[in-house]
């Protein structure tokens, strides 16, 4: 079972789940990694979603490590400042390594998670141990398509939408060369050609990411939710390779 806990990172509460072996306190967690033990895993969902989205996959991935899922500033249980873009989040995360004494992690990342999660293995490459990311878009110019408000009252702050959405429509060319910096050997996942993402986003990634594997699971955008044990077994093995 998961705990559900709180911290604060650049004066915004992150709300995050954190399940599996090495409930002990960070320090002894950095010891038993240093001995051999499997990393800690930390888990970035897509726009709108939360950490309990991963839930399945957290378990899973739980029998053997232990695991963060994390609600981005702006989700879920956690706060709803002001100002939003996927570099902040990319702070947010690093902020949080540093709060629970994480020094090296597997990072896992879908959509916005994963934009978010190759920021922040471009800024800090050595804290990221493994890195896979799950029908992440590349950081390319793409059409602006103006996003529809769903029905009552959201799970996330609907301002974060409209400011993430605009910076992924046009983002930094500073993320596309950023991509060259990352160390960590890298999975892509594309969700095959029901995504709504070109393959050749996937494309662009696995050739900039040094040594990246790219793999299709055809299961559409929401790859881990479609086929949780495919898509588990396949991290899994790569996580362990």
Same mark, same amino acid.
């Given at each position: 079972m998961a705990e559900h806990l709180t911290v604060t990172v650049n004066g915004v509460r992150l709300a995050y789940e954190a399940a599996g072996a090495g409930a002990a306190p960070p320090v002894v967690l950095l010891r038993a990694a240093g001995a051999g033990a499997a990393p800690p895993v930390v888990l970035l969902h897509a726009l709108g979603e939360r950490a309990a989205d991963w839930a399945r996959v957290r378990d899973a991935l739980a029998r053997d490590r232990r695991v963060y899922a994390l609600d981005l500033r702006g989700h879920g249980l956690s706060d709803r400042p002001a100002h939003y873009s996927p570099e902040l989040m990319r702070d947010d995360v690093l902020g949080f390594l540093d709060a629970l004494g994480l020094d090296r992690v597997d990072l896992i990342g879908h959509s916005l998670g994963g934009v978010v999660a190759y920021l922040v293995a471009a800024e800090q490459p050595h804290r990221i141990g493994r890195l896979v990311l799950e029908d992440a878009p590349a950081p390319l110019p793409r059409k602006s398509a103006a996003p529809v408000r769903p029905e009552g009252e959201p799970d996330f702050d609907w301002a974060m939408v409209l400011a993430v959405r605009a910076e992924l429509d046009r983002p930094d060319p500073a993320w596309l060369a950023g991509l060259g910096r990352i160390t960590a050997p890298t999975l892509v996942i594309y969700g095959g050609p029901t995504s709504h993402l070109a393959a050749a986003s996937f494309d662009e990634i696995a050739a900039r990411i040094p040594g990246a594997r790219l793999i299709t699971l055809p299961y559409g955008h929401l790859i881990h #939710? #479609? #086929?949780? =044990? =495919? !898509? /588990?077994?396949t991290v899994a093995a !790569?996580? /362990? #390779?």
């Amino acid at each position: 079972m998961a705990e559900h806990l709180t911290v604060t990172v650049n004066g915004v509460r992150l709300a995050y789940e954190a399940a599996g072996a090495g409930a002990a306190p960070p320090v002894v967690l950095l010891r038993a990694a240093g001995a051999g033990a499997a990393p800690p895993v930390v888990l970035l969902h897509a726009l709108g979603e939360r950490a309990a989205d991963w839930a399945r996959v957290r378990d899973a991935l739980a029998r053997d490590r232990r695991v963060y899922a994390l609600d981005l500033r702006g989700h879920g249980l956690s706060d709803r400042p002001a100002h939003y873009s996927p570099e902040l989040m990319r702070d947010d995360v690093l902020g949080f390594l540093d709060a629970l004494g994480l020094d090296r992690v597997d990072l896992i990342g879908h959509s916005l998670g994963g934009v978010v999660a190759y920021l922040v293995a471009a800024e800090q490459p050595h804290r990221i141990g493994r890195l896979v990311l799950e029908d992440a878009p590349a950081p390319l110019p793409r059409k602006s398509a103006a996003p529809v408000r769903p029905e009552g009252e959201p799970d996330f702050d609907w301002a974060m939408v409209l400011a993430v959405r605009a910076e992924l429509d046009r983002p930094d060319p500073a993320w596309l060369a950023g991509l060259g910096r990352i160390t960590a050997p890298t999975l892509v996942i594309y969700g095959g050609p029901t995504s709504h993402l070109a393959a050749a986003s996937f494309d662009e990634i696995a050739a900039r990411i040094p040594g990246a594997r790219l793999i299709t699971l055809p299961y559409g955008h929401l790859i881990h #939710a #479609a #086929a949780p =044990e =495919e !898509f /588990t077994s396949t991290v899994a093995a !790569f996580l /362990t #390779a």
